[in-house]
């Protein structure tokens, strides 16, 4: 069973900086395709950045040039490096694992951005 599990998420001030990390097991973490989406309220889960297996990344037109994916696959963790961060920035951050048919979520990390 694929356990993934975020932490890193908070209360933060506008132009301040979060690192969400997302643990995996359960799984060939190395294969999957992994992504980081957000939902904030009363909108519609959206993808922010997602890397994979091979390195390549990709990123919504909103947060490019402000958050970096990356992934180690030594110790089966994916991270969200987010700076400058704005109000609208402020949601519940998932993790996301693919591979074939799988599709797995982590319970979600609160960020909060706001003075």
């Known amino acids: 069973q694929v356990q993934l599990v975020e932490s890193g998420g908070g209360l933060v001030q506008p132009g301040g900086s979060l690192r969400l990390s997302c643990a995996a097991s359960?799984?060939?973490?190395?294969?999957?395709?992994m992504g980081w989406y957000r939902q904030a309220p009363a909108k519609q889960r959206e993808l922010v950045a997602e890397?994979?297996?091979?390195?390549?990344?990709s990123y919504v037109d909103s947060v490019k040039g402000r958050f970096t994916i990356s992934r180690d696959n030594a110790k089966n963790t994916v991270y969200l490096q987010m700076n400058s961060l704005k109000p609208e920035d402020t949601a519940v951050y998932y993790c996301?694992?693919?591979?074939?048919?799988?599709?797995?979520w982590g319970q979600g990390t609160q960020v909060t951005v706001s003075s």
């Open positions: 996301n694992a693919r591979f074939g048919w799988r599709n797995d």
């Open positions: 359960g799984t060939i973490f190395s294969r999957d395709k």
């Open positions: 890397i994979t297996s091979g390195g390549t990344t």
